[in-house]
């Protein structure tokens, strides 16, 4: 699988827009890239997944390049509520799903 | 809510007991996934069921760990003669096959710690 690098934490301030930046050079034809918000005591949500160009969904975007070597997970106008560890992952969606690898993730505080 | 669950959410054991842990998946999700979790850390993978069979086992799961999923039901996760090193977030999480390949939902999570 792909190995992923993001910035270890961000700050940013309630009603602004946040980009978190994910670089994954070696990523294969056939992968994917999803990402996972996680609170503390709880298990990973799945938030947004994608191949190419640009996904929206109700709670996110996701930016990618033609290259695919790098992704960007964009979170509109975050709240307190969005506080939290972002991970972003790539690999096969079938058959390597089975074995998802959590990097460290980003550590995205949100502050009044 | 018919999300992933998982009992106990917490643990509290003394070193070289057993203890076990139970997840009840998504009802339609046909596969099943335990990832251990330590502080600061992403989750880390340990095994897989596909229905009832067990296909594949990580490094990360010693002799002292055990997993089963009869029926294809509900997981157990076993840790026999627990250590230290034990103590973690236990997380399982469940999927089936749909438009986004297999989306892995996870569960709350047991917090083990071994005293």
């Known amino acids: 699988l792909a190995k992923t690098t993001q910035p270890i934490s961000m700050d940013s301030y309630e009603g602004q827009e946040v980009n978190i930046t994910c670089s994954h050079n070696?990523?294969?034809?056939?992968?994917?890239i999803t990402w996972y918000q996680q609170f503390p005591s709880q298990g990973p949500r799945f938030i947004i997944q994608?191949?190419?160009t640009k996904v929206t969904n109700e709670v996110a975007s996701l930016f990618i390049p033609a290259d695919r070597k790098s992704s960007t997970l964009s979170l509109p106008r975050v709240s307190l509520s969005d506080t939290a560890v972002y991970y972003c992952?790539?690999?096969?969606?079938?058959?390597?799903?089975?074995?998802?690898?959590f990097g460290s993730g980003t550590r995205l505080l949100v502050r009044p | 809510d018919t999300g992933v669950s998982q009992n106990p959410r917490h643990k509290i054991t003394k070193r070289g007991q057993n203890v076990t842990f139970r997840c009840d998946p998504i009802?339609?999700?046909?596969?099943l996934y335990w990832y251990r979790q330590t502080l600061g850390q992403g989750p880390e993978f340990l095994t897989y069921?596909?229905?009832?069979?067990?296909?594949?086992k990580s490094r990360l799961l010693s002799d002292r760990f055990s997993a089963e999923r009869p029926k294809g039901s509900f997981s157990t996760l076993e840790i026999q003669r627990t250590e230290q090193g034990d103590s973690a977030m236990y997380l399982c999480?469940?999927?089936?096959?749909?438009?986004?390949?297999?989306?892995?939902?996870f569960g709350p999570g047991t917090r083990l710690t071994v005293l």
């Open positions: 992952l790539v690999g096969d969606r079938v058959d390597s799903s089975y074995k998802l690898i």
């Open positions: 994608g191949y190419k």
């Open positions: 009802s339609e999700h046909n596969r």
């Open positions: 999480a469940s999927s089936s096959r749909g438009d986004r390949g297999f989306t892995q939902y």
């Open positions: 070696n990523i294969a034809t056939n992968d994917y």
């Open positions: 069921f596909q229905n009832e069979a067990q296909l594949e």
